[in-house]
């Protein structure tokens, strides 16, 4: 899920975007990473002596709620047949409670951010080529001026036959005026969908709002602590039954990108709060619309730290390495979307981990934030 190429701004802007919000499948070559180090068998929480519960005198913020500490498998399960080699090996980590929002940052607050500030999202801003030259590969040639329009990607919703699923631009569509507002485009609206999750997101505005909110992104790890509930190492956010994906995630059901059956009662993105929550009350971490976190993607992250020890509040990659777009530091988002398949990718996952480049959103990229007690009673 990255990137914002075009055709995606036509040939010399490939390295952009579009593998940046495609539910792209990495080489599977790395077969010698083993699953594993941990044994999974999962050190007790208070032998870490973690924050468990919410500090006397701490109160819930409206809309939040309390992750209590815990230690868990973060990164590939044991059995997990669809794991990727960049989620692997799992590893054991501990990391202290905290608050998250209990559902995506939805178009209604993040209205509220912009009444109050006036901020003007990345896609709504004229793009500078000057700028935008730096990321891409030394000699890229300048874009007629009619196509360095703001804008954003969009899911092309008119795929007509099977496409060869590396072709992630026969679904991705550079749409000139996509913002957050209008998020298919001039003329489209958010009108009637004020609980939706506000779409076309930048990295950038992800952390505006937060700052105005006195709020965080989470950490990949914080995140996954979140999406497990209470358990320690399951593959999904409702156990580990794929059987029950429908019920429980906002996903792609039918043929991928040519027909959505809306099996699962959606055929595109779904209202906040559609699908039942995980058992500490979370909703949509699997599907829908990814989410933002803030740690910089390095494929190799998992492998390069590999350890039996227990992890301690792991903060994420130091580097950023990703093979397949050297020329833009991107981030890792979680939770997979309302585009998420088996035959292309199956990142409903918790342990999924995609990067995105962070000049860029899409229609199926949001995000949700964090509150932890030293933020909360610093103020």
């Known amino acids: 899920m990255k990137r914002m190429s075009q055709r995606f701004f036509i040939n010399s802007i490939v390295l952009i975007s579009l593998l940046l919000t495609s539910c792209k499948q990495e080489d599977n070559g790395s077969q010698d990473i083993p699953d594993n180090y941990s044994t999974q068998e999962i050190t007790t929480d208070t032998e870490i002596g973690l924050q468990i519960d919410v500090p006397v005198g701490v109160s819930v913020p409206t809309g939040m709620i309390w992750v209590p500490g815990k230690v868990f498998i973060q990164g590939a399960k044991a059995g ?3 794991a990727m080699p960049r989620e692997k090996p799992g590893r054991q980590v501990a990391v202290d409670g905290f608050f998250m929002d209990a559902t995506e940052v939805t178009n ?6 912009i009444d109050a500030t006036d901020y003007i999202t990345v896609a709504e801003r004229p793009i500078d080529w000057e700028e935008m030259k730096k990321e891409l590969p030394p000699g890229t040639p300048k874009p007629a001026d009619s196509i360095l329009q703001p804008g954003s990607l969009v899911f092309n919703k008119n795929v007509l036959e099977q496409p060869h699923m590396n072709n992630y631009s026969a679904w991705w569509t550079w749409k000139t005026g996509a913002n957050w507002r209008e998020p298919y485009g001039p003329g489209s609206s958010i009108e009637g969908k004020a609980n939706y999750p506000v779409v076309h997101i930048a990295y950038e505005d992800a952390l505006a709002y937060c700052k105005w909110a006195n709020r ?13 509930g209470t358990a320690t190492s399951s593959i999904f956010t409702w156990g580990n039954d794929l059987k029950m994906l429908n019920e429980n995630a906002n996903t792609w059901t039918g043929q991928f990108p040519v027909r ?3 099996e699962d009662g959606f055929e595109y993105v779904a209202p906040v709060g559609s699908f039942p929550a995980n058992d500490l009350g979370f909703y949509d971490m699997s599907g829908n619309v990814w989410e933002w976190t803030r740690d910089v993607y390095n494929a190799n992250h998992y492998k390069q730290t590999a350890t039996n020890d227990t992890i301690y509040n792991p903060q994420g990659a130091t580097t950023y390495y990703n093979p397949q777009n050297p020329y833009q530091v991107e981030m890792i988002m979680k939770g997979g979307s309302f585009l998420c398949h088996a035959s292309y990718c199956a990142s409903y996952r918790i342990s999924a981990r995609m990067s995105t480049s962070k000049d860029s959103g899409s229609d ?3 995000f949700r934030t964090i509150a932890t007690v030293d933020m909360l009673t610093s103020q």
């Not at 965080?216 to 497990?228: I, K």
């Open 108 to 113: 209604n607050q993040f209205k509220k951010f």
């Open 260 to 262: 959505n059956t809306g």
């Open 216 to 228: 965080r992104l989470p950490s990949e790890a914080q995140w996954e602590s979140a999406a497990q």
């Open 80 to 82: 997990d047949v669809m």
């Open 364 to 366: 199926h990229l949001g």
